[in-house]
C-alpha cells in the first residue's frame, strides 16, 4: 500500500471515508500527506484537518509514537525528485488493509 503524491505528474494517493456504512460514495473525510512544506500526514473532515501525525524526522512522524518492528509489514517514508510516499511493505502472505471509516476513524485490519 502507498500513498502520496507524484510530483512529476501531480497525482495524489489517499484514503477517503465512505458516507455511512451503507452508503459508499465519497464522504468528507480524507487521509493524506501534505507536500506543502515539509511533508506531513493529515486526516481531516473537508479542507480542515483535525488529526496530524506532524514531520518526518527519518525514523517516525513526529506526532505519534515509533512503530515497533513488525512481523507482517515494515513501513517506509519516501521523499525524492519524483515523488513523495509512504508506504507499507508486507513481510508476510498475510492480508491487511487500512480503513478510513465513514465517521473519519482510521482502523488498521
Known amino acids: ?3 502520496g503524491k507524484d510530483l512529476i505528474t501531480g497525482i495524489e ?4 471515508s465512505w458516507k455511512s456504512p451503507d452508503d459508499p460514495s465519497t464522504s468528507l473525510y480524507k487521509f493524506w500527506v501534505d507536500t506543502n512544506g515539509y511533508p506531513q500526514i493529515f486526516l481531516g473532515e473537508g479542507q480542515g484537518e483535525t488529526l496530524r501525525l506532524g514531520p518526518w524526522n527519518g525514523v517516525s512522524f513526529q506526532g505519534i509514537p515509533e512503530e515497533s518492528m513488525n512481523a507482517i509489514y515494515s513501513t517506509e517514508f519516501v521523499v525524492n525528485q519524483k515523488e513523495i510516499y509512504y508506504i507499507h511493505k508486507l513481510k508476510s502472505t498475510t492480508v491487511q488493509r487500512l480503513l478510513l471509516a465513514w ?3 482510521a482502523q488498521r485490519l
Not at 13 to 16: N, S
Open 103 to 105: 465517521d473519519g476513524m
Open 13 to 16: 494517493r489517499y484514503f477517503t
Open 1 to 3: 500500500m502507498k500513498f
